[in-house]
């Protein structure tokens, strides 16, 4: 526009060289101004970048600074959500360690009097299943480099799991009847039995001697159900929806026995993890009902196996 003008303004209707050097001059020295300004503003911007009240140079320095606020926003959520799982894991460990000094303490005990081979067994298993939690918990971030998913018999893991704790059943004179019949999930069959195995080892602490627990299964067009039933202490209304939480113990679990809280929290993580869920319904001094829900057969490798066959 400018060596337009200059071009519009010449008294001489035949355009010189003159006249062209004189306009493109002109426009080189206002394109010079131009930058030495456009210069000194992104120098201003830059020393100024890190204040609230400064003129962004464009429309697209604007959302460049809503995005770098939206990074520094998201990674400070992030740095809080590893802050949170590692008070997690402190959290854990030293509730774990206090725990199973108590039956290791129970361990130079017995060993210094007379040896009784059922309360050896206990301390024993005790120190097992709180090696399992923490195994399992450390495991819980790198859950999807350690399953395999194939066909379960649940039945026949409910069976090992009651097998692995038979003298404690005998012990507590507690009965325990199985299902007849066999049902088959889709699961990881090492972690299944883990969870199948808190869950029980919880029904066995808390129900008295001569109590009962009873296993069965059900079946409904949505899902499969794996039932654990028994007639022990029970759990009030205020605590059973915070049963799942990590480290909840209750009042129950303060007054019978000295527990970490973290038996059915890695259970319901895992089943989560694996596609499942666990519900539990009580009533005090009456009977403690969990259910493993497991979603029907929907897998097309299954359904590929099924057309073969």
Known sequence: ???ATVFFLDVNINFTWGTFLYAFALCTIVLIG???FRYQQN???IHNIDHEAFDRLSLEAEQMQQLMDEMRKEHIREMNAVQEKQKEHYDFIVSWFHEIKTPIAVL???QQTDIDANSLREEIEKIENYVDQALYYAKLDSFNQDYSIGSCDMIGIVKDTVRDHSKTFISKKVRILLPSESMS???DSKWLKFIVNQLLT???KYTDNSGEILIGTNETPQEKQLIIRDNGIGITPQELPRIFNRGFTGETGR??????GMGLYLAQQLSNKLGHYITCTSEVSSYTEYIIHFPKDDDPFLFMNKEKQ
């Open 1 to 3: 526009m400018l060596m």
């Open 43 to 45: 120098v201003r911007a």
């Open 34 to 36: 131009f930058l030495v």
């Open 108 to 110: 130079h005990l017995i």
């Open 255 to 260: 007054t019978y026995s000295k527990s970490t």
């Open 185 to 187: 999930v889709q699961s």
């Open 202 to 204: 919880n029904s066995l």
